[in-house]
């Protein structure tokens, strides 16, 4: 089992900027890739930013250009950066960790609440 711990939501002005971080804890090892997905109320959850074990990074077309995601490996950690927020990134942001075994993200963050105010 893989345990997944989200932290850095809050409150944030449009335009402003906020880093989660997803620490991961249990069997790292069969991690090949983590992600952040977001869901907004009354909308499916959505994928906004993924990375593999190799660095391979791929980005919603929503924050492209806006969002970073990078891992701390001495840590067992990734993060998210947001950069020029908007109201419609406001949404419960979940991390996700994938087994190498499968193609589908198994192991799912508690969430933080991310709520960007205009």
């Given at each position: 089992?893989?345990?997944l711990?989200?932290s850095?939501?809050?409150l944030?002005q449009a335009?402003?900027?906020?880093?989660l971080?997803?620490?991961?804890?249990?069997?790292?090892?069969?991690i090949?890739?983590m992600?952040?997905?977001r869901?907004?109320?009354e909308?499916?959850?959505?994928?906004?930013?993924?990375?593999?074990n190799?660095d391979?990074?791929?980005?919603?077309?929503?924050?492209?250009?806006?969002?970073?995601?990078?891992r701390d490996?001495?840590?067992?950690?990734?993060?998210?950066q947001?950069?020029s927020?908007?109201?419609?990134?406001t949404?419960v942001?979940?991390?996700?960790?994938r087994?190498?075994?499968?193609?589908?993200?198994?192991?799912?963050?508690?969430g933080?609440?991310?709520?960007?105010?205009?």
């Open positions: 089992q893989v345990q711990v989200e850095g939501g809050g944030v335009g402003g900027s906020l880093r971080s997803c620490a991961a804890s249990g069997n790292i090892f069969s090949n890739a992600g952040w997905y869901q907004a109320p909308k499916q959850r959505e994928l906004v930013a993924t990375i593999t190799g391979d990074t791929n980005y919603a077309d929503s924050v492209k250009g806006r969002a970073t995601i990078s490996n001495a840590k067992n950690t990734v993060y998210l947001v950069n927020l908007k109201p419609e990134d949404a942001y979940y991390c996700a960790a087994h190498w075994a499968t193609v589908t993200y198994d192991y799912w963050g508690q933080t609440q991310v709520t960007v105010s205009s």
